[in-house]
């Protein structure tokens, strides 16, 4: 149904440095690989999609992203979901961070259907941290975003 291809740039780095095991202690290596390892993972966008004769219905995880911070694109039979969760601060006068899983930044996730969708007609819906999309299939075939409601 859909080529999803995760990328993991901060793991795939600390897995370049394995060759070059015999310099750690030289170099002090280990303490940057395990600097690298205890990064967070950027969290995925989770997705159920399923189909009925006349739709596709996608419903994505989206916890704690304002409305206005998503958007969804539609270019024939491929979907895009961005999203972006702001950093706010919390510090407090005297207080330090020890330390932070929550993740601040952009997410992106493509997928593709097996019918064109018809971009004029689907509809975005966002609550409780849940964006629902009802696409209609056979569209056309210029790329346009659709508006979240």
Known sequence: ?????????????????????????????????????ELPNEPAIKLDVSEDEKAYH???????????????????????????????TEQKKGETVVHSERFYGKQFRTFTLRQDIDRKAAVAKFADGVLELTLPKNGGSSAQRISIQ
């Open 58 to 88: 996608v419903k994505a995880e989206l916890p704690g992203v304002k409305k206005e911070d998503i958007a969804v694109d539609i270019d024939g039979n491929q979907v895009s979901l961005t999203a972006e969760t702001r950093r706010e």
């Open 1 to 37: 149904m859909s080529n999803i291809i995760r990328n993991d740039a901060v793991r795939d780095l600390a897995r370049a440095f394995e060759p070059f095991r015999e310099f750690e202690s030289a170099f002090g290596w280990p303490k940057l690989r395990h600097w690298l390892e």
